[in-house]
């Protein structure tokens, strides 16, 4: 079984692939820049006995290359979650998603873990028409949709570059919408579970393709619009559908999915440089 070391563990996607990492017989190192409760888990669930364990607990700064180097040894994997998860002043952003994830991708290849899985966005290329062709087939470059956006399009453009220069296999995840439960008429199309974030996180860990590989980080929703080919190449096969809660969400929001991938993040009204009440740290 690998070691897998999670930075922004203590968030919300953190906090929920840990238990189901930990029941598939991986063992975690847990890295975020607040302290990481170990007994956290989805639905008050802990992982079987002869499960996984966590090995360490490291409380740093993104941008502390030398803490993070101690953290990855021995590492198998490195998935960085860590981030601000909403829009904020550009000199935030730029401090913690874009020098935190050089920081990070640094530390990965100064460790000698060759494997690495960024969490990037739906809101790096938030501008884009939901029935836009080169969403449906294929990925589509960046079109973000505020700084927010471009902090996840440059952590992209790194994965790129050290994923070439290094011969690292890099996977930039443009994750969706990560909730339980889908909770609104764009998330039947978004919605990404908990466990197909952990078949994402197992297919990086597990690949033959190396280099670079861009995905969609979504779950295999009945109306999702994005393609799904990207992931499958990398062996990533979603298995759940927000479907199963259409009904109750069209009785409660007979509203249609937004036009824009970026959903209300692409709305004029919605102001560069300001939180609009996002998960925060993830």
Known sequence: ?????????????GTAIRP????????????DVVAVDEGVAVGGSTAPPGAGRVEGVVTADLRDIDAHVAAFERADLVVHLGGLADERPWPD????????????????????VDRLLLASSVHAVGYLPVDAPE??????????????GVSKAAMEALGGLYAGRFAM???????????????????LQSWLSAADMTRLVLA???????????????????????????????????????E??????????????????????????YRLGEPHGGTGLR
């Open 1 to 13: 079984m690998a070691l897998i070391a999670v930075t922004g563990a203590a968030g919300r996607i």
């Open 20 to 31: 189901l990492l930990l029941a598939a017989g991986h063992s975690l190192v847990l890295c």
């Open 93 to 112: 952003l730029l401090a913690v998603n874009i020098d935190g994830t050089q920081a990070v991708c640094e530390a990965t290849r100064l460790a000698g």
């Open 135 to 148: 969403v449906r087939e294929g990925m589509p470059l960046p079109a973000p949709d505020t700084f927010y």
């Open 169 to 187: 296999t890099v996977v930039s995840a443009r994750i969706m919408t990560f909730t339980d439960g889908p909770e609104g008429p764009r998330s």
């Open 204 to 242: 990086t860990l597990t690949t033959q393709a190396g280099g670079h590989h861009v995905v969609w980080g979504v779950s295999r929703n009945t109306r999702r619009r994005v393609d799904l080919t990207p992931g499958l190449a990398i062996g990533f096969d979603p298995q759940d559908d927000a």
């Open 244 to 269: 199963i809660h259409a009904d109750a969400i069209e009785r409660r929001d007979p509203a249609g999915a937004p036009r824009l991938l970026g959903g209300a993040f692409a709305d004029d009204d």
